[in-house]
């Protein structure tokens, strides 16, 4: 192979080999935060890929409409026998509500965890070669966004956010591997257990619920939500139902598999949620409490 | 006129792989297979076969770019790994038939060797672990049935294309 390997083009292979080396590690190294260069082509190519993922989801939305069209019937049977239990839900979940603020007027507490502000936002792009499970919205800072902050479907939480530009925003399902993606939660069934959801397994395509208490008792079946208190998920997402209570691996805390309640596959109208009140940098973000503790987030 | 064609095929085929990344992973049987759409890579083979090598690298250069930065976050992946497979198809080509079959199966076995090179960069820089087992049944075989359907239906078009183009440019030398 005379051609292929000759004197200029070897030099050429090894410059470009150690260039891009070089570039990999820089780019690794600091992966959430876009330079400025970075934020604007993120949002060039973000415009462009807005224009293409509208019209789909328009077309796919037909299909499904379609597709529900079908399944009415049976539908219809199965929620008119829910509809029954759903009235007296209803009733006493709104007596409840007002019960509710009835105490809180009383003690003076206005602000809550629960709260939220709503951002409406279309999926545009799912990283194409899907080796991180990472999903591409269509609002950004100019809209409100912030890095950490909880992002979920009608059906429960996916992911949180973990790079913004000024008219994009990156989503990190949970669904990843990274060791690093904590999210706080809670088992909230007559007694409030904690947790903290630690890690994907991809055998059982399931969440796995870390640190327990060993005190308490967990069961199968009982929903997982986020607390709240990993200082900047709102309280009271869905996350999931737990599906098999373990030991952890050195048997001094209880591990529990959950299984999530928004599917991951197809995405594409996704709500990011905006934390009325103040956020703290806690578990759910980088762990560094930094507007607690002043300095703290700088000496890593 | 055909000049710009070229271009906006690639351009439209960069915004089209993730909508249909949109659609996976596909649930079959309680087991998830992804199908990793590799249209431009594809594209870009052709390119480097039936019209200009350097041109292919250049625009695997800069769709390659672009895809690291808007997706990837890891400047300099896809920005190497598609002039890369552009520059080995077109040293391949050198000794082998141009016909459409051959340029068809030269562009799959690329694709898969780009799914590798990819499994080996993530596992070894530990964002996922997978064994290759797993990559190769619920990943690869996917990937490559989902991207053959594609080659064999828009492969003669781009040949077409392409090769039109070739000639034009052919005449325009001669002139």
Known sequence: MPQFFSNKRLVLLLVGMIFLVALISFSLRDRNHASLPEQLIKDVVGFGQTMFSKPTQYVTGIFNNVESLLNTYDENKRLKARLEDYATLQASVNDLQLENEELRDIVDKEENIRDFNPIQSTVIARNPDQWEEKII?????????????AVMTSQGLIGKVILTTPYTSTVELLSTQNPNYRVSAVIADEQEVFGLIEGYDIERKELVLKRIDSEFEVKKGQKVTTSGLGGIFPKGILIGEVTEVTTDDYGLTQLAYVKPAASFSILDHVIISKRTINPVDGTDGGNTEADLTEGAGEES | ?????????????????????????????????????????????????????????????????????????????????????????????RFIHHHLLVATVLTLLLVAAVEIILFVFYTSIGIKSLTFANFYQFNLIPTMIANGVFVLMFGWLFKYILLNRFNQKLLLLQK
Do not use: Q, T, W
């Open chain 1, 137 to 149: 919205v269509d609002k950004g800072e100019i809209h409100g966004v912030a890095v950490n902050m």
């Open chain 2, 1 to 93: 006129m055909i000049r710009y064609v070229v271009i906006i095929i690639s351009v439209l085929l960069f915004y089209m792989e993730p909508i249909f990344g949109l659609f996976s992973p596909i649930e079959l049987n309680g087991h998830f297979y992804v199908l990793v759409p590799r249209f431009l890579i594809i594209y870009l083979i052709f390119i480097a076969i039936y019209y200009d090598r350097k041109r292919a690298m250049l625009y695997g250069l800069i769709f390659g770019l672009l895809y690291d930065v808007f997706f990837i976050d890891i400047i300099g992946l896809y920005s190497f790994i598609f002039p890369l497979m552009c520059l080995v198809a077109s040293f391949i080509v």
